[in-house]
């Protein structure tokens, strides 16, 4: 015969695995108009199958993409921000993946400070016609920030 206890024990349990399962992490994607997003839509083209929480914003380059936009996205409530551009040595802006990668890595930074994990940010590097690594990427950082959990919120939550 179970105890109070027990019983208790083994039903949080229970609605623990329950939110982990059903945990599906709001993840934006800030993608560069000429990499990232048309290796996005050419990985929807090839039959590619990638997380549906992805929420692509197209940006006309990764360079455009500023702290302030990548700490907005957790306060409105994403579990995850990826920031995915052109391969090093070949932007359409000179240099704007570049400057992306360091405003990732000070993102980073103030993530840390601020108690959240650095790992909900992340930068990639996919040439447009490599849809196949960007649904390999989009389902990876999927899996990290699931095992991650939801993130606390300070805003009101991403919308579909």
């Known amino acids: 015969m179970e105890t109070t206890e027990q019983s208790d024990r083994i039903q949080a349990d229970a ?5 982990q399962s059903e945990f ?11 990499c990232a997003f048309t290796a996005a839509d050419l990985a929807g083209t090839m039959r590619q199958q990638y997380p549906t929480n992805i929420h692509i914003v197209r940006l006309p380059c990764t360079g455009k993409a500023d702290v302030n936009l990548l700490l ?12 995915a551009g052109c391969e090093i040595g070949s932007c359409h802006f000179q240099k704007g993946n570049e400057r992306a990668v360091k405003r990732v890595v000070y993102a980073k930074d103030l993530l840390r400070e601020a108690g959240v994990a650095p790992e909900r940010l992340d930068m990639f590097h996919i040439a447009a ?8 990427r989009a389902r990876e950082f999927t899996e990290r920030i699931r095992a991650l959990g ?11």
């Open 15 to 19: 609605s623990t695995v329950d939110v």
């Open 24 to 34: 599906d992490p709001a993840i934006i994607a800030f993608c560069c108009h000429y």
């Open 72 to 83: 907005e996205a957790f306060a409105d409530g994403a579990d995850g921000v990826m920031v």
């Open 129 to 136: 016609s490599q849809g196949p690594l960007f649904a390999q």
């Open 150 to 160: 939801p993130a606390a919120h300070a805003g009101k939550g991403v919308e579909s």
